[in-house]
C-alpha cells in the first residue's frame, strides 16, 4: 500500500524559507510522478510543482517559480520542496501527491496522496 507522509512545514516570517519532504513507501516509485499542490482556507487545491521521479524536467506554478525547487532523493524514497522568499499568500496546507504516470497539473489526476503539512508565512 502505498504511504505518503510529509513533513517540514510551520511558521515563518515573509521572506524566510522552508524545506517540506514527503516520505514514500508502498511501491517502486521510479515509474511514478511527483506533485506538490496547496490549499488555503475556501479555496481549491492548487498545483505548486511536480517531477518525474525517475528524474526530468520540472515544472512549477507561476506564482512560485524561480522560489520553490522540488527534488527527489531515490536513496531515501523522499520528494522535497524547497521554499525560499517566502510570501503570506504562500499560506497553505501542502500536500504530496503520487501518480502512477507522467506528472501533470491537475489533482484529479493523481492516485495517492499525503495527510498535509501547515505552512503558514506571517506579515
Known amino acids: 500500500q502505498v504511504q505518503l507522509v510529509e513533513s517540514g512545514g510551520g511558521l515563518v516570517q515573509a521572506g524566510g524559507s522552508l524545506r517540506l519532504s514527503c516520505a514514500a513507501s508502498?511501491?517502486?516509485?521510479?515509474?511514478?510522478?511527483m506533485g506538490w499542490f496547496r490549499q488555503a482556507p475556501g479555496k481549491e487545491r492548487d498545483f505548486v510543482a511536480h517531477?518525474?521521479?525517475?528524474?526530468?524536467?520540472?515544472y512549477y506554478a507561476d506564482s512560485v517559480k524561480g522560489r520553490f525547487t522540488i527534488s527527489t532523493d531515490n536513496a531515501k524514497n523522499t520528494v522535497y520542496l524547497q521554499m525560499t522568499a517566502l510570501k503570506p499568500e504562500d499560506t497553505a496546507v501542502y500536500y504530496c501527491?503520487?501518480?502512477?504516470?507522467?506528472?501533470?497539473?491537475?489533482?484529479?489526476?493523481?492516485?495517492?496522496w499525503g495527510q498535509g503539512t501547515q505552512v503558514t508565512v506571517s506579515s
Open positions: 501527491a503520487a501518480r502512477r504516470s507522467r506528472p501533470t497539473y491537475s489533482w484529479n489526476d493523481y492516485d495517492y
Open positions: 508502498g511501491r517502486t516509485f521510479s515509474s511514478y510522478a
Open positions: 517531477i518525474a521521479w525517475s528524474a526530468g524536467p520540472t
